[in-house]
């Protein structure tokens, strides 16, 4: 069992003198704080610090971002990827708005009802800018916790997460902030996944898993279930002015987003004869392929090109098609798989 007292305080004389520096550290304003943990979840802190500076300089307050029209949110947060965070923040930032007249909740329970909200977010947020006692628990945390008390519990169980929060309660009665970031801290930095450095580590001597020797067999973690993989074809459609055609996402996933047209393999050529409503000759062999990552499921892309005889004005299209030069790519949001597409296109 962890000495308490001694524990925190070699934790956190360690983290005093190692933290890395980072710009949201530079600031108790819940809402920059806010903003840095939403784009630091299943983003590195080194691809963050652009965004995060891009972000606050355009919406340097609640009701900037408010104001601002979805797309052009979108557009800064273009190549972060999981953009459903950026639709979430900023759908939970308008309510601030106008609940709360702008003032990011310093109560824990209200924080938690805003859209995208999770356990992890309200802690974090709450404890760093309002030093409130809520434990953080992330995947740096899970295995931190796991290797110091050698504990073999499955991290992937909700149930785990309860009993770790439950257990780190205690350290953050005071200092909440500065105890959890110290933590992630010390999850990134020294108790990494592979090969840790616990020669260095600054609580090396409270470590249970050095002790017994099972650091390498902690955390458990249940194996995920195998990633499911669509094969879609994709559609680079050029009209007679050399436009191309591209559609806006109403799907929940990449919602909001800009893409080629694209369709299941199965039966996508009689999609895009649907979309023209005319005969066109389709490439008969892909002119690329290329894979998109989610976290639960990957697409196998194929994309084809399709002739250029379109005539743009004799084509009915739905509200959210529009014919874009390839020049202005920039006025749209798209996601990385079809700025793969784009950057062919461009170099051809
Ligand atoms: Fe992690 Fe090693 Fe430190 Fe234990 S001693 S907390 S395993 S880095």
């Known amino acids: 069992m962890l000495d ?33 943990e939403v784009m630091l979840q299943q983003t590195q802190v080194k691809t963050v610090i652009d965004y995060y500076h891009r972000f606050t300089e355009r919406f340097p307050t609640v009701a900037d971002l408010s104001d601002a029209h979805q797309d052009e949110v979108l557009k800064y947060w273009e190549g972060l990827g999981y953009y459903s965070r950026a639709r979430n923040f900023h759908h939970a930032i308008q309510e601030v708005q106008t609940k709360y007249n702008g003032q990011v909740p310093s109560n824990p329970d209200l924080f938690k009802q ?11 947020v709450m404890s760093i800018a309002f030093d409130l006692p809520l434990p953080t628990v992330d995947g740096n945390v899970f295995r931190v916790w796991s290797r110091l008390n050698n504990d073999f519990s499955d991290t992937t169980k909700q149930s785990v997460r309860k009993k770790f929060e439950d257990e780190l309660r205690p350290y953050v009665a ?16 020294i108790c990494t996944p592979k090969s840790p450095l ?21 955390p458990v973690k249940t194996k995920k279930v195998k990633k499911k993989t669509i094969h879609q074809n994709c559609y680079v459609i050029k009209n007679k002015q050399g436009e191309l055609l591209i559609e806006q996402r109403t799907e929940k996933l990449l919602n909001g987003m800009w893409e080629f047209p694209m369709y299941e393999a199965a039966h996508s050529e009689e999609d ?77």
């Not at 616990?198 to 902690?218: K, N, R």
Request: proline content about 4%; aromatic content about 12%.
């Open 114 to 124: 805003l859209k995208g909200v999770g356990p992890y977010t309200q802690a974090a």
């Open 198 to 218: 616990c020669l260095l580590c600054p609580v090396q001597s409270h470590c249970e898993a050095l002790e017994q020797g099972t650091v390498d067999d902690l």
């Open 4 to 36: 308490q007292n001694s524990f925190k305080k070699d934790l956190l004389s360690w983290f005093d003198e190692n933290q890395r520096a980072m710009p949201w550290r530079e600031t108790t304003n819940p809402y920059y704080i806010w903003i840095s």
């Open 174 to 189: 005071t200092q909440a902030g500065q105890f959890n970031q110290a933590m992630m801290e010390l999850g990134a930095l």
């Open 272 to 348: 895009v004869y649907d979309l023209l409503k005319q005969d066109v000759s389709i490439s008969e062999a892909p002119i690329f392929k290329l894979k998109h990552q989610f976290t639960h499921l990957t697409w196998d892309i194929k994309v084809f090109s399709v002739d250029d005889t379109i005539d743009a004005d004799q084509v009915e299209l739905a509200e959210n098609f529009t014919w874009m030069k390839l020049e202005d790519r920039d006025q749209f949001n798209f996601p990385a798989s079809m700025h793969k597409v784009l950057d062919a296109l461009e170099s051809k």
